[in-house]
Structure formats: C-alpha cells, structure tokens
C-alpha cells in the first residue's frame, strides 16, 4: 500500500515536470571490464566512456571530427594544439570542468598499460587559463586531433588524495581493488547507479548534463550483457530488450524481416587480412608467389557469398574516407594470372603450407580460413588449415607457429599510419614497430614513408605519402587484403538509431531518441 | 559412523588435491590471461613486464607452491576478471545454480516417480508406450536445442516467458534467490525444464525398468500370495526395493547435471557457476578455473557421501561403517 502511495504522489509528481520517462534495455555481448575508462583500451571500454564521460573531441559518423568538451581548437605550431574548454561544465560530483583536469587525465593516460602507446608522443599539457589548454607533443605530430578523442577529461579532485583503505585515488589497477575501478565522476549523461559485474549496469541521466542541444530522450539504460548470440537475438525479437550489438550475422536476415525490429548496418574499418611469413617459406619471398596467391583468392566472392554482402571486398589497409585510401587499388581475382604468375616464379607443381586463423573472434573466420585455402588449392598450393578459439590464437600468432596467418586490424587513430606501424614494417623488437607483422614484409622504403608520416604535419602532402605506401603494399603484395567486415545493431522501431551510430562502433547513447 | 566420515573426509583431500593438480596444470594450456587484460596495441615489452609481476614467468610448479600455500590458508587466488577473491565470486554464483539444479531435480523427481510406476505397472497401456516413445525422443535432443526451441516458442512466438537472466530477486542473508518472487519463478521455469530434459526420460526408464524386474521377483508373488492390499505391494514392496539403484544413479547423474548447467545457463545467461566457468575459460581465468574445479570437487564428494547415507536408510542390510 505504502509502495503504491508513493508510486502515486512520484507519478502526480512526475507528470507536470518532465515527459515520460524513458528506458532502454541495452544487452550487448559484455558489460564494461571496470568505471576506470584508463584500466582497458577496448571498445567495450570506450563505449563506456562515451556514456559517462565525454572527450574532448569525438568522431562524426562521416569520420570527420567535432567538439565535445572543447568548444573549439587551433593548431599554433607544429607541436602544439590550443584547446578552449566550454565553461560551466559540471562533473558528477558537482565539481566544475577545468583545464586541471584535463593536464592530470592526459597525465594519467601516460601512466595506462594501455594507452601509455597511443600518448607517448605527448608532453604534459599547458593550463593557459581556467578554460584554455595547450596540449603539446614533443615532435610534430598531425594526429593530435584524433588521438584527443580518447581524452575523457575525468574529475581531477575526486580521484585525488586517499580512499578508506589508505590508496591513492588516482591509481590504475588491473587486476585487483582501485578506488577507480568502482566509482567513477565524469562530465557525461549518465551516471552509474547500479553495477553488478557481469550481469547488470544501471546508468541514470545527469540532471546537470552540459549538452542541452542533444535530441537524446532516454534517461535510463539497463545494460545487461548476453552472450551467447541466440539468446540475444531472441531477447530483442521476444522484446525483453530494446536494442542488441554486436548483431549475430547469422541472424541479420531474420531481423531485417521482422516487424518490430530494424537492422542498422554500415560500413566498418576493421580490416581482414591473411599475412604471408616470408621467413618460413621461401617462396613467400618471391613477389610474383605472393601476388598469385592475392589473384588466386577471390576476396569479392567471399565478401558477396560467405559475408552475404555484409563486408565490403578490400585492396588495401585503408577504407574509404581514410586520408591514406588510395581509389586506383583494386581487388584483382584472377585465377588465370594466378597460375601464369607461379609458373613464372618457377612453382608451377606447387608447395605445401600450413596456416592458422581464429574461430570466434572474427565474423565468420573460421570459414573465411577455409574458403581461402581451399581457394589456394586450385593455384597448386596444399594448405594445411588449423584454427582455434582467440584464447588460444594469439600466442601462436606471435609465436609464427603458421606459414599463413589471419589478422584483423582496426586504426586506433581511424589514420592509415597505424595499419603499417603494427603489420607491414619491418618488425623490431626495440622500436615494437612491426609488432603484428607475422608475415616479417620488410621493406626500407615503407619504413621510411611510415616515419615520415608521423611528424608530416602538411596535409595534403602527408596524404600522398600515405597513398603510396597503400601502392606499395599492393605492388609488392605485402599482404593478402580480403575485406572490411560491416557494423551493425539492431532495435525496436521506435528507436532512432541511425543518427547514433559511427564508424568506431560506439553508438552515441547520449543523443538516442526513443519516439 | 565416525570412521566412515573421517574416511571420507581424507578422500575428499586427496581428490581435491588431485584437482587442483590437474587444474594447474590445464592453466597453462588455456591460454595467456594477458591478452583479455591488456589492449592489443601495448607493447610487447610492457606485456612482459605485467607477466612479471603477475609471476607468470615463474615455472608451473613454483606458482602452485605459491598457490598450495595460500590454499591451505583459505586463499584461492584472486580472479583476474572478477578483481576479487575466487571464492567470493563462486559463493556469490553459486545460489543461482543451486536453485537451477534443485528446481530441475524437483521436476524431475515429481514427474520421472509417478510416471515410471505407472508405466511399469501397466506397460501394455497406451500412455505408457507414448511415454517410452516420449522419452527416447527427449534423451536424444541436445540440451542447448531444447532451451533454444524453448525460447523460441515462449519468448518469441507466444511472449509468455522472459527469454534470459534470473528476473527479480530476494535477498536472504547472503543468498539471492529468485523462489520468492513470481518474476523469478518465470524466469527459472524454462532453464530448469531444459535442464531437467535430459535426466527425466532417463529416471522414468530406470523406474519402470527396475520396478518391472522387481514385480516379478519372488517375494513381491509372496506378498501377491500372502494377500496383501495392492497398494501396499506396489509402493511399500516393490517401490521401496526400486529405489536403490535409482540413488546411486541418481547421485552420479548429479554430475553430469552440474556439466549440463553450463550449456543451460550460457544459453538462458544464467548467471551461475557454469555460466562464469564458460566466461573463465574464454577470459583464460585461471585462478578462478581451478577454484570452480575444486569447489565442484567437494560437492560431487559431498553429495556421493550423502548418497552413501541415504542408501544405508533405504536398506538396512548395507553397512556403511568401517566394520568386516
């Protein structure tokens, strides 16, 4: 009785105010690792942020770059970027946005297993005034602006000084207790209000949120993870949830005809690909070997027919709307110069290979493997095919324990550089460049362009050197592109989601409208 | 009965020092932990160096002494994923299972008692060949397609039952059950009928079997003879005497039920101990794997223990103290 009161007095309450409120139930394959945006460079990690803590900048769905804590910006010499914060913007905890908070974020980031790679390039940032900050790097360096869309200014003041255990705030633990790790303060829509690990997260609005511009509506999501692909399928077909991502392909079909429910798909930037290792395999060190195996694989086909046209078919590292993509490259299946070209090389009888890939970490991977070795086999190249769980895969990937191995990539920085920093240059344990290079491609010139592009702040100019080192990766075929796997997420009717979504696959939750 | 239970007690050490053995050994081989806690971009420098202190470069047999010592004081590790000691998540899991598997033993129980002395009573009768018909079908279907046609149908088609998760919970002490609430009776409902699809078809068989065999013994034509009421022939004599083997049976068949809870609860997103094994597994969480492993150890002990004494209860002729 009591409990219906106070339903009653919150509903008569509630009416006047506010439009109804809305709820949406989000299941997604995992819940957030921990509320320390700093503990994971993931993408379930970084959708998190986006959800409590905003960046400074943030990808548009057209992949150009727009502002989000940061009103606007301007480049005053090569290693530096002035940034002017928006005033009035209010944390969590009621603390105020300032440039302290950003200098001890980048700061913290530095200290991060994870993102220590991607921010070694930056100094400690410079406080202007309250609301303006300087953040230099200590070489010209023209991916600035892409790399701050992973600084989540966070609330300097409310991870600082000691918890009740007598540890410091600030520190990032990965595998054991932080303050961090369970509360977080940040500038975002939502808060954390309820978190059970593993089964569910609460995130309520923030009634003090600084974008009032957003046509966001939903000030609730239940995030619940759910693993297994039919299971979450079903429950978005059966209606217990709102909206599900990652989407089963298997299951695409189904909820493209379904009444309730709608598929939103676009084109990805997660590039597949199969790397040939030249120190194993002799013959792999002949250009013409390496470049009947691309001819010999129809990567079209296995985009149209194994993928169902829900990948687009690549020539290269880099999709369209990268600054390196170079539009003369294309796909070249053609079974016939495959063969011409091996007779040339002298392997006219062929070898025999061994090769592993993944089972469940890209979609449809196992088969992908399968169809590209058997497709090897009409050239006259016998594929010994292994695959396993990604548990087990990626020790052996860099173990080399295979001729052929299958990586997938996708640019952290959404820039063409990171492609060939960790898969076509010459590995090197000292530099790490070359990290995920299985196939140990080594080329003096690519090397060169990579560097060169790193500090190239003259745009234009940089994206030429970028277009040709994708030329040179194709004319040599350093590798064999197959294709860019597509995003997708699917939800009720009533949700708008295609204005959400991005390239990076971290739906704008915040500006989500539930009609 | 003293020296049974000490007897017991040191078997249960041994086999649990057997698994966690074994368990250590596995880890090594499911996978490196580092590649679900670290980004795929850190260097391989740092990746060493987080090995390091984590004393993952140390050899097996230096981090099991590390790990028997700590064991021996209650410790099972720390679970990577989890932040927090291995046996707190597991006792935190282990309530949504143990209803599972209670509720699943009730259907069972209820459904294979009544339904395997009626087909052994009147085997000719249509039910019964239905039945036995029934039950060859349902042994020989999968557990994850059942709970999947069983999702598709009541969750997708006819939307009466939530498709996932344990619905509404109470909490009692430090137990979270789903019993008390209605939401969570809806929720437990298909999980434990597919659950229960394998072992039923089979007790129900066994039942009737055993019981068949029994009602044409010599001392049930005694009782026939010696004019006993028929119900008293049925379920006093005879089914008391089918029992036995349905005990024992049914106490090794509990394992495999706790097997089965992991295709269940992956399928259902069960939040329980098998669902968190298959999770382990994935995330290559060792410390957390070898305390599931051990902690299933002790129940399997635990409950063949019990079986042992109910066994005693249920026949008196079989000793189970130490005497020869």
Not at chain 1, 67 to 76: M, S, V
Not at chain 1, 196 to 223: H, M, R, T
């Amino acid at each position: 009785m009591k409990r219906k009161l106070l339903m009653l007095s919150l509903m008569l309450f509630a009416l006047p105010g506010f439009a109804q409120a809305k709820t949406m139930k989000l299941a997604m394959d995992a819940d957030p690792v921990s509320l320390d945006p700093h503990m994971q460079l993931s993408g379930g990690m970084l959708q998190y942020s986006h959800m409590v803590f905003d960046p400074l900048v943030r990808w548009t769905k057209e992949t150009t770059i727009e502002g989000r804590l940061a009103n606007k910006w301007e480049r005053l010499d090569p290693k530096t970027v002035r940034f002017y914060l928006k005033k009035g913007v209010k944390f969590h905890s009621g603390n105020e946005l300032t440039a302290d908070d950003v200098i001890w974020t980048v700061n913290r980031l530095k200290q991060s297993v994870d993102f220590k790679g991607i921010f070694e390039q930056f100094e400690t940032p410079v406080k202007v005034d309250k609301y303006t900050v300087d953040i230099v790097t200590k070489v010209p360096y023209p991916l600035l602006l892409n790399t701050a869309t992973y600084i989540f200014p966070m609330d300097s003041q409310f991870y600082s000084g000691t918890d009740e255990k007598g540890m410091d705030k600030g520190i990032i633990n990965k595998t054991g207790y932080s303050f961090a790790n369970d509360n977080a303060s940040g500038t975002g829509k939502y808060r954390v209000t309820e978190r059970q690990q593993g089964v569910k997260v609460v995130f309520e609005e923030f009634k003090n949120y600084w974008d009032k511009a957003s046509p966001g509506n939903v000030d609730q999501i239940i995030l619940t993870p759910i693993k297994n692909d039919a299971t979450r399928v079903a429950a978005l077909l059966s209606g217990d949830v709102d909206f599900i991502m990652p989407v089963p392909p298997q299951d695409m079909d189904r909820i493209e005809k379904a009444d309730n429910v709608k598929l939103v798909t676009m084109s990805g930037t997660r590039i597949i690909t199969l790397q040939l290792n030249q120190k194993r395999v002799e013959a792999f060190q002949n250009p013409k070997v390496r470049q009947a195996i691309v001819y010999a694989i129809n990567n079209a086909g296995i985009a149209e027919k194994l993928m169902k046209g829900r990948a687009t078919v690549a020539a290269q590292n880099s999709p369209e709307g990268y600054k390196g993509h170079n539009p003369e490259l294309t796909p070249r299946y053609d079974l016939q110069k495959a063969k011409q070209l091996m007779k040339e090389a002298g392997y006219e009888d062929g070898f025999e290979v061994s090769m592993i890939a993944p089972n469940n970490r890209y979609v449809n991977d196992e088969k992908i493997a399968e169809a590209a070795a058997s497709m090897l086999g009409k050239i006259g190249i016998k594929v010994n095919l292994k695959t396993m769980p990604k548990a087990q895969y990626w020790d052996q990937f860099d173990l080399q324990v295979a001729d052929i191995q299958m990586i997938g990539w996708h640019s952290d920085t959404e820039d063409t550089g990171n492609f060939f920093e960790f898969l076509l240059m010459c590995p090197n344990k000292e530099t790490g460049y070359g990290q995920y290079n299985s196939g140990n491609y080594c080329n003096q010139e690519v090397d060169r362009l990579t560097l060169a592009v790193q500090s190239e702040t003259d745009q234009a100019k940089r994206t030429e050197m970028l277009q040709q080192m994708e030329k040179i990766a194709y004319d040599e075929a350093a590798f064999v592109p197959l294709h860019w796997q597509d995003l997708s997420w699917a939800g009720k009717q009533n949700l708008r989601i295609a204005p959400i979504v991005n390239v990076m696959n971290f739906p704008y939750f915040g500006d989500l409208v539930i009609e | 009965m003293i020296a049974f239970m000490i007897r017991r007690l040191t078997q249960a050490l041994i086999v649990i020092f057997i698994i966690s053995i074994i368990g250590f050994a596995i880890k090594q081989s499911v996978g490196d932990p580092l590649r679900e806690l670290l980004g795929i971009s850190v260097s391989e420098e740092q990746r060493d160096e987080f090995r390091e202190q984590l004393g993952l470069n140390d050899p097996w047999y230096v981090q099991y002494g590390r790990f028997l010592g700590d064991a021996v004081q209650g410790d099972l590790g720390t679970s990577l994923f989890y932040k927090r000691p291995a046996t707190e998540v597991i006792l935190e899991k282990a309530p949504a299972t143990l209803e599972l598997v209670l509720v699943s033993s009730l259907i069972i129980i209820f459904l294979s008692v009544p339904l395997g002395i009626f087909s052994a009573i009147y085997p000719n009768h249509l039910f019964s060949r239905l039945l036995m018909g029934g039950s060859i079908v349902g042994v020989s279907i999968p557990v994850f397609l059942t709970a999947i046609m069983l999702i598709y149908v009541f969750s997708i088609k006819l939307g009466w039952l939530p498709s996932f998760g344990r619905g509404e919970l109470v909490m009692i002490g430090g137990w979270a059950t789903g019993l008390l609430t209605v939401d969570g009776w809806l929720h437990i409902l298909m999980p434990s009928v597919a659950l229960s699809s394998i072992m039923l078809p089979l007790f129900i068989r066994l039942i009737r079997s055993e019981m068949m065999e029994i009602l044409e013994s010599e001392y049930i034509k005694y009782a026939w003879a010696k004019g006993l009421s028929q119900k008293r022939v049925w379920f006093v004599h005879a089914f008391k005497n089918t029992l036995l083997p349905v005990i024992t049976v049914g106490g090794v068949q509990l394992g495999v039920t706790i097997a089965f809870t992991i295709l269940t609860e992956t399928v259902f997103q069960w939040q329980g101990l098998g669902f968190m094994f298959m999770e382990a597994v994935e995330r290559s969480d060792a410390p957390l794997l070898v305390a599931y492993l051990m902690f299933v150890g002790i129940v399997m002990v635990g409950v063949n223990t019990i079986v042992d004494l109910i066994y005693g209860l249920v026949n008196p002729t079989i000793r189970i103290a130490g005497v020869k």
